[in-house]
């Protein structure tokens, strides 16, 4: 491997690990120091608006109704969720933020947003063109390695879900 491809991959190995060891501070310092990373992003997931079901939840996270089942009622006993059965059809589970969890998860949004923005903001309009040109080609590799493994079309759609949230409430902030 040449010296260029080698320092490439470190250093994106690196910036995924700080990336994620920032978003884990951030949390844990910050006002919802009681949720975890994996707990934000249900809450990122369920979304702030509409109720969903646990089923369509546990789809777009890409794990288990079981799985999130567990998750739901620590994020029931802190207070993120609510859980209410379907008032046409009682077997069916909806959850839905709470003030605080639709509070939480803009928290989150603004992490992000802020990672963004401290990234973009040393460069020319040129140059932050170019640098989104590059994400944009490494995003659709990764996308395209991604789709060659089972289940992994329900976690990119939870990553775009997450994205599009972060836009609309980058918008709604102005």
Do not use: C
């Amino acid at each position: 491997m040449r010296d260029e491809e080698l320092e490439l991959a470190d250093r994106l190995v690196r910036i995924f690990e700080n990336v994620l060891f920032t978003e884990e501070k951030s949390i844990q310092k910050g006002y919802f120091s009681d949720l975890s990373i994996a707990e934000m992003h249900t809450l990122d997931a369920i979304g702030p608006y509409e109720a969903r079901t646990m089923t369509e939840t546990a789809s777009s996270l890409g794990i288990t109704t079981g799985t999130l089942t567990v998750s739901i009622d620590r994020l029931v006993k802190k207070g993120y969720v609510v859980r209410n059965r379907d008032e046409k059809d009682r077997r069916i589970v909806r959850i839905s933020l709470t003030r605080e969890g639709k509070l939480a998860s803009r928290m989150h949004g603004k992490y992000h947003k802020v990672l963004a923005r401290h990234i973009l903001e040393p460069y020319t309009k040129e140059e932050q063109a170019l640098l989104m040109s590059m994400v944009e080609e490494l995003d659709k590799y990764l996308e395209s390695q991604a789709s060659r493994y089972n289940g992994s079309e329900s976690v990119r759609k939870t990553a775009k879900e997450v994205a599009a949230k972060t836009r609309r409430r980058e918008n709604d902030d102005g």
